[in-house]
């Protein structure tokens, strides 16, 4: 039979979310709450952190579609105006020959958001749903998940530099759309979702992994 998983929570001691230091909880009763080695203040879990997660990440999946059907610049040159979507500049990118900044910019500016959201959904609903199975495989995903989500701001600039210097003339301006705001804002509030998500929640099921 499986031994269950040692968890912190097992071994009544509190894991630092900033340095992983594992302090026992006698300790933080007697002593103080806050890290011995960092000085972080130290909680056993992050508070509330399924429902802000299930909120963040709700609320980016509603605003991702804005983010691709609003255009994210406009370009004016010599009175002619332009606009272009996410992925009218990746079609942009394309068609002047360079593909392999294309395929960088949709997989920075479309499949990465989508991943970010559906990895963090995936994680509160296994939480919510109480799976015991895939505990490590999850944790995994979540500590990429969180990874990616510290390079998104990249997206939104490469995306608008990158059209603009492929269409760019003598005399052009070039202002962001309600569709950058959008796919901004999904970033950040990822960003958010990702760091308000406990992955300790993952391993307070009881139960062991049946995975061999």
């Known amino acids: 039979m499986t031994q269950p998983p040692v968890t912190a929570k097992s071994l009544d001691a509190t894991s630092c979310h900033v340095c992983g230091l594992l302090v026992s909880n006698s ?29 963040l990440s709700l609320a980016a999946a509603i605003l991702y579609v804005p983010a691709n059907v609003y255009p994210v610049l406009t370009l004016i040159s010599f009175g002619r105006g332009t606009t272009n979507t996410i992925m009218g500049g990746v079609i942009e990118l394309a068609h002047s020959g360079q593909w392999v900044v294309a395929v960088i910019v949709f997989a920075a500016s479309v ?21 015991t199975r895939r ?9 990429f998940t969180e990874f990616i989500g510290r390079w998104s701001m990249i997206d939104i600039f490469m995306i608008s ?32 979702a990702a760091m308000a998500f406990d992955p300790r929640l993952i391993w307070d099921v009881e139960g062991s992994d049946n995975d061999g």
């Open 27 to 55: 300790y933080i009763r007697k002593s103080s709450s806050h890290c011995p080695r960092c000085d972080a203040v130290l909680h056993s879990r992050k508070a509330n952190s399924l429902n802000r997660t299930w909120a």
């Open 135 to 143: 505990r490590k495989e999850r944790t995994l995903l979540f500590r």
């Open 161 to 192: 530099i990158l059209i603009a210097l492929v269409k760019l003339q003598a005399v052009a301006t070039v202002t962001a759309g309600p569709g950058a705001i959008a796919f901004a804002a999904v970033v950040i509030i990822t960003m958010f």
């Open 111 to 131: 499949f990465v958001p989508i991943f970010k959201i559906v990895a963090l959904l995936f994680l509160a609903l296994s939480v919510q749903l109480k799976m």
